[in-house]
DNA sequence: CTGTTAGCGCATTCAC
DNA sequence: GTGAATGCGCTAACAG
């Protein structure tokens, strides 16, 4: 509450002074800086970083956009992206888009009326344009947002291609595969490597896209459900984690067994994953990394530390879980 | 980029009148108002909300302090809190404190710096001290942090009955309770009372107490196989979502039958315990109404619409599922 | 080394 | 109705 000319005032010393002792800038000789460091702890100085953040027009604050917090991935994602942002002296703000492109619109408004100094965004629901227009610092996850905004990923190429191979090594003859759909979204590439691999060894591939922004798990179990009661003759099912889970409960529930039965292969490798009996076969994306690069990423852009490629692929791999037979690379099923 | 002063100048105006036409405040004729905002388009005109922070100091953002956005309560908490904070006009910063109390302090401080107008925590880590010291508005959810401070949270007291009614029900005789060690926490009661009327009908009762800060997958499936290793003539098991699941996951891993020959019972009733086949009985906190009540007490205080009441109790239920014989009040087993 | 001054961009008095 | 002046709290440039 105690503002610097007050302790200014209490110290008998000029403003600027205060300024300069307090914040390590400037010269002051060790003897004022005694009597102002005094003058603040009586009067309990704080800083108020509204006044500064005015002055050097920036917040400290980076804006991160999601489709849905309380879906796993996300939910580590920001986890992590909050982490790394702490280390590097940057606060985060977080948004919820629930499928709302409306609310992502407004989130990136904020980046012009300067009250974040960069975003993150991983959600896919506003035009693209509405993106391209912004000057500010944005990076993007899993969605081309056109030259000048970062983007990064996993390889969701390979990942589709694991997966393939996983089935074909498990014999499966009949898939099912569960898709979202949404346009420049890298996780297309994952279905259409997935399919391409499976078809050219004659295996048959269904396809059930979901609705791009649907996220809940009820969603999730009601397409299970169909799927079932629709096609029992099918013995894979290759999807997003909570659709593959979805689908392990659903197999579990009319009484096949897994992975016997039938194979599910999920993607992502989120913690659920790892809590259902068996452990899902997964590809796992490196959520910790993705969100240490792209926290650089966007970093290096505000502080203009230095040029960003525009094009950022990580690496997936397999997470070694029970729910396919005959794992790949000769490593052995684990519950 | 264009100031105010921009805008006045392109419409031939003084900068108050900008300000008044922009925001709605005070008298400006129609024609005037008219060529303010022509000349707003034209030069492309944004706010600059920091200069509007420091004048109102207030920044329209609230702080969000939990251990661990990857714990599924925790995601869902944020997620409504977020949600309902925006329904009202305001932003969502987070914190993970991932068991640091160094970082709980940290944003503690921002309140001082007015970086954020108030803050919800549901985190355990920091002395009870240091948010004493605080004055400016703050919402403890599960903790109490005082008489200055409102508490927030659910009816664990009842919750820890229902789990010992069910258990009763199914006749169960030597129960394993897993719990977290953290004074003044709400949490604690659900043990205690479940405690208390098992032991009261000679049911054995041993009890797992875990580091207060651990909320890893990894953390809790460690002390599941340690669990079945020590004590492998259990036959119940009550304590956290996740603490449930890992037990379940060893359960099942051990080749146990659920619910015939174990029953177990988990507490939040989180979208994972909907997830693992059988699903998972619990009893359910509700998280929407919750944030809502924590995030409309917080504005109570934020805003000064009224007073807010010191202690607030939300209702438990139990969440149906497959993990205990013979459910409670005729509902049936839904897996 | 230190005090004074001039903004940062906006919202609100108060005269006109 | 409207413009000019004042201040929110701080930092940085400048003169001393």
Redesign the pocket.
């Known amino acids: 509450?105690?503002?610097?000319?007050?302790?200014?005032q209490e110290a008998?010393?000029?403003?600027?002074?205060?300024?300069?002792?307090?914040?390590g800038?400037?010269?002051?000789?060790?003897?004022?800086?005694k009597k102002i460091e005094k003058a603040a702890r009586k009067l309990n100085?704080?800083?108020?970083?509204?006044?500064?953040n005015?002055?050097?027009?920036k917040t400290g604050i980076v804006g991160v956009i999601v489709p849905d917090l309380n879906h796993p991935f996300f939910a580590s994602l920001v986890k992590y992206i909050e982490m790394e942002l702490y280390e590097q002296g940057y606060k985060t703000m977080i948004c919820n888009t629930v499928g709302i492109s409306r609310r992502e619109q407004e989130y990136l408004d904020m980046l012009e009326r300067?009250m974040v100094d960069g975003i993150i965004t991983a959600s896919h629901g506003l035009e693209v344009e509405e993106y391209r227009k912004q000057v500010k610092p944005i990076v993007s996850i899993d969605r081309d947002l056109g030259p000048r905004i970062p983007l990064i990923g996993c390889d969701h190429g390979k990942g589709g291609e694991l997966a393939a191979e996983l089935m074909l090594q498990a014999g499966r003859r009949k898939i099912y595969l569960v898709s979202g759909i949404s346009p420049n979204v890298m996780a297309n590439d994952r279905y259409s490597t997935f399919t391409r691999r499976m078809e050219a060894q004659g295996v048959t591939v269904l396809n059930e896209i979901m609705e791009w922004n649907m996220f809940h798990w009820d969603a999730h179990y009601k397409m299970a459900e169909e799927i079932f009661r629709n096609h029992p003759d099918i013995d894979g099912i290759f999807g997003g984690d909570l659709a593959a889970i979805a689908c392990l409960h659903m197999a579990q529930r009319k009484g096949l067994r897994v992975p016997e039965d039938i194979s599910i292969i999920g993607f992502d490798a989120t913690t659920p994953s790892n809590m259902v009996y068996p452990r899902l076969t997964a590809i796992r994306q490196n959520v910790e990394l993705l969100a240490e690069v792209s926290v650089n990423t966007l970093l290096d852009l505000v502080e203009q530390r230095k040029n960003v490629p525009h094009r950022l692929i990580l690496d997936v791999e397999i997470q070694s879980g029970g729910t396919v037979l005959g794992e790949f690379f000769g490593k052995n099923i684990k519950n």
């Open positions: 509450m105690a503002s610097i000319r007050e302790v200014a008998g010393v000029g403003v600027g002074t205060v300024s300069r002792a307090l914040n800038s400037g010269y002051v000789s060790s003897e004022t800086r100085y704080t800083p108020n970083e509204l006044a500064r005015l002055y050097h027009n300067n």
